[in-house]
């Protein structure tokens, strides 16, 4: 039986929750027994727990610099430095604001990415002080991502210490834009066409170690826009009037989209932001919405964005045909969101490890999830990928009541160890 909702993780990452039996298969929980015993890999736990409280440390001094989507470049010249510090090999920033520490393996015949993102969701002007009450830290953005990126300078520090090196390079990275309007810009320059091709992706952009993300939740968002003269709401009665376009806009959507969506793969929109108009009195010159379509399934979500467009056409063409004078009205749809969809397969070789590692380290039965996070890219270009959690106890994220505790946070930074190992042909 499979059950699928969605929901908010415990680190406010939204995901839509498969509940079933996740089978692991023993070769890779062989795998995990045998690399946990290595003497190589028992000091390397040890190291991250003597660096914990430096981690700790990390996670603040990033936290308390803004970076709205967008406006990543001052915490990315910190974040670069602290790459540095632990002994990248070398440590650049690319066109779009991305931070990459490399860590040459042994062979270097792949290149596989471990990122967490730089951006948060809060204007200049939020009070992002970490302030701390108990054992409880509180500041925005402490969690989504700026503890992810800690564990990232964490991961790296420990493997140059302990002088472990994979086979494969490893990029270390703080990427722009995950969130909201950034679009995943970070994520589609990495992964562009034409660029350094990138083996496999581990997200850190998670809550508990047996929360995995293996599918991507793809997106499409418009901003649309009638426009018109504008005029007196008496004087120029008769003008054609953008409000009523959308309205009749969004009347022609909601009926067909209601329909399109009761069937198949969970498909969603919503008309979430409307604007427009000056006064009472006046007949608006514009009025604009924002609407956010959604769908595991790429093809649902082309065939809900095909429904969305012409139903802009009807309302456009409604309005229209109603106007006694002046000029006709027009629209303007610009596409401000597209994140492609994807789903990991649980049995490829990535998820098999990501869980076996989760149910050794927590004890508890992994659960693949499929959510809206820098994973989306590759998952839609068959690219194997999984996100992982940041590891703690935390709330909150997207409010200014964001909060995480140190429960056993070193446990997600071992996780990752591992996975980065198994991944990575680690001898």
Do not use: C
């Not at 993300?213 to 826009?225: E, P, Q, W």
């Not at 969506?261 to 006046?282: D, F, I, R």
């Amino acid at each position: 039986m499979k059950i699928n909702f969605l929901a908010l993780s415990a680190f406010g990452v939204l995901i839509s929750i498969s509940v079933q039996a996740q089978v692991i298969q023993q070769s890779y929980k062989d795998q995990v027994e045998t690399l946990v015993q290595d003497p190589a890999v028992k000091k390397a736990f040890d190291y991250i727990l003597r660096i914990d409280e430096q981690t700790v440390q990390d996670m603040i001094t990033l936290t308390e610099i803004p970076s709205p989507s967008h406006h990543e470049e001052e915490k990315g010249k910190v974040f670069a430095q602290m790459l540095r510090d632990a002994g990248a090999d070398s440590v650049w920033t690319d066109e779009v604001g991305n931070v990459i520490g490399l860590r040459k393996g042994t062979k270097g015949q792949k290149t596989f990415l471990v990122e967490g993102h730089l951006d948060t969701v809060f204007p200049f002007g939020t009070d992002v002080t970490v302030k701390q009450r108990g054992d409880t830290l509180f500041a925005p953005g402490i969690t989504d991502a700026n503890r992810s990126l800690a564990i990232v300078v964490a991961l790296l520090k420990t493997m140059v210490h302990e002088n472990i090196r994979t086979k494969d390079d490893i990029w270390f990275a703080g990427t722009v834009g995950e969130e909201g309007l950034g679009d995943l810009k970070g994520m589609k320059y990495l992964f562009r066409e034409g660029a350094h091709p990138l083996a496999a992706h581990i997200a850190i952009d998670g809550g508990g170690l047996e929360d995995i993300v293996n599918g991507g939740i793809g997106s499409l968002r418009y901003k649309v826009t009638f426009k018109g003269p504008g005029g007196h709401s008496y004087g120029a009665f008769g003008i054609g009037n953008p409000h009523n376009a959308l309205a009749q806009a969004v009347v022609a959507f909601v009926p067909k989209a209601d329909a399109f969506t009761k069937e198949g793969p969970k498909t969603t929109y919503s008309v979430s932001v409307l604007g427009g108009g000056t006064s009472v009195n006046s007949i608006p010159y514009e009025s604009w919405m924002l609407v956010d379509m959604r769908s595991e399934s790429q093809e649902k979500l082309q065939g809900i964005n095909q429904l969305f467009l012409e139903s802009i056409q009807e309302g456009l063409e409604k309005e229209n045909a109603i106007i006694r004078r002046g000029k006709a009205l027009t629209v303007d749809i610009e596409k401000v969101g597209d994140r492609p969809s994807g789903l990991a397969d649980p049995d490829s070789p990535l998820i098999q490890r990501t869980m076996a590692i989760a149910k050794h380290l927590s004890g508890n039965d992994p659960v693949l999830s499929s959510g809206s996070t820098n994973s989306n890219m590759a998952f839609s270009l068959g690219i194997p990928a999984v996100t992982i959690g940041r590891g703690g106890e935390g709330g909150g994220a997207h409010s200014l009541d964001e909060w995480w505790v140190n429960k056993d946070g070193h446990l997600a930074i071992q996780q990752a160890l591992l996975l980065i190992l198994m991944q990575g042909g680690w001898i």
